[in-house]
């Protein structure tokens, strides 16, 4: 077994893999893998974190900023207020045993006075009448014979949206690896817990629950359960080779992150925005473009916003994406576009298009600061662009 350390978007590695396992992983995009000849291979992490088992190798990954920040602008994006003081990722490192510690605390403490009962819908059929006749269902399906009866009650029952989730998390962290032996004994137990819980299935919406005065103790473990259920479990087979895991996309995160916080900054500035809205560069409507924000008022754009993850060139930002951002002005008529980078190795600056009347904004935000204090930061590049929408207005 061959273990692979890398940090995200750090520096290559060259290993001996055998050639399924090494198209293998050139074919997972967990990492980039470039075969060099005589069986070594070129491997270079990119945003994604976690870790990941192809054949006989597994690779650790992890984030360029702490574990508790990754977990802060999971949090903040789906607007859980109480993920800081409920979650404690202090000295850790990586990402997949934190996290699945976290969750077994949670949810342990959220059933440690036992599993949340509620009444569920149930379709059945009967010799005796429960509940209420499905009398279309009978004449459609039973041809109008009286037993047996279809009906619908109202169970009251532990497999409910809640425990459903909580149980499908267990199964995903006893599946995937990098869980350590300890956290692995505890989520045994809570699966014998929750054996009467029926869990997810595999590739189907996940169930939907809000919260309640009944469920509050459940909030902070079901945050942490959607998030290991949403997407981030690996588990598939790459030609000859299996694949598994857990990844997290750090430019989605922080591309989530930065919607989220702007979107609730420029409420001070009255309006509103859109995320992902779609907009078209030509008369004709074929050429579809999503910027990630697109704050509005009065009825019309004022600001279009950008979120790049990715380190920038060594001589400043990517010039695709200031071709792109050009691209988005031009369609909404706005003289200034706003790309918001994590913070890389250039300097804040702004971009003037010739002949075009279109400034384009390169901006910066470091991650690595106290959440607080990178919320005031957003409040105050919401505050720019207000202000720079305010002189320059949409172009004429």
Not at 189 to 209: C, E, I, K
Not at 212 to 226: D, F, I, K, M, Q
Not at 306 to 320: L, S, T, V
């Amino acid at each position: 077994m061959i273990d692979l350390h890398l940090v995200e978007g750090g520096n290559p590695v060259i290993r001996s893999l055998d050639e399924a396992t090494g198209d293998a992983l050139a074919r997972s995009e967990v990492v980039s893998a470039v075969r060099l000849g005589g069986g070594e291979w070129l491997i270079t992490p990119a945003t994604k974190v976690g870790v990941a088992t192809v054949g006989e190798v597994t690779i650790w990954i992890r984030p360029k900023v702490a574990i508790n920040r990754v977990m802060f602008l999971l949090g903040y994006a789906h607007k859980p207020g109480w993920l800081d003081d409920a979650v404690d990722m202090s000295g850790v490192t990586d990402l997949l045993p934190a996290m699945a510690h976290a969750f077994v605390d949670q949810a342990e403490r959220a059933l440690e006075v036992g599993l949340l009962q509620g009444y569920v819908e149930i379709d059945d059929s009967l010799t005796v009448l429960r509940g209420r006749l499905r009398e279309q269902d009978q004449v459609r399906q039973r041809f109008g014979i009286a037993i047996p009866l279809l009906v619908r009650f109202d169970d009251h029952t532990v497999d409910i949206a809640e425990n459903q989730l909580l149980r499908g998390a267990t199964e995903t962290l006893l599946r995937v690896p990098g869980v350590a032996i300890t956290t692995r004994a505890r989520l045994r137990r809570l699966r014998q817990v929750l054996a009467d819980v029926t869990p997810p299935v595999r590739g189907t919406p996940l169930p939907r629950w809000a919260p309640n005065r009944l469920n509050e103790r459940y909030h902070v473990a079901l945050w942490l359960a959607e998030l290991l259920l949403r997407d981030n479990a690996v588990d598939q087979i790459a030609g000859d080779v299996r694949l598994g895991g857990f990844l997290i996309d750090m430019a989605k995160v922080y591309e989530d992150f930065l919607t989220a916080a702007l979107t609730e900054a420029f409420g001070r500035h009255g309006g509103w925005c859109r995320a992902q809205d779609r907009h078209y560069l030509d008369t004709d409507d074929e050429i579809v473009m999503k910027p990630d924000l697109v704050w509005y008022r009065d009825g019309i754009a004022r600001a279009v916003v950008d979120a790049k993850y990715k380190a920038e060139k060594p001589a400043g930002f990517p010039d695709a994406d200031l071709y792109q951002m050009f691209a988005y002005c031009t369609a909404l008529e706005l003289r200034d576009g706003h790309l918001v980078y994590a913070k890389g190795n250039a300097d804040e600056t702004a971009y003037e298009v010739r002949h075009a009347g279109v400034r384009i904004h390169a901006h910066t935000l470091d991650l690595a600061v106290r959440p607080t204090e990178l919320l005031h930061r957003i409040d105050l590049l919401a505050e720019r662009i207000a202000g720079t929408a305010e002189v320059s207005g949409a172009r004429m």
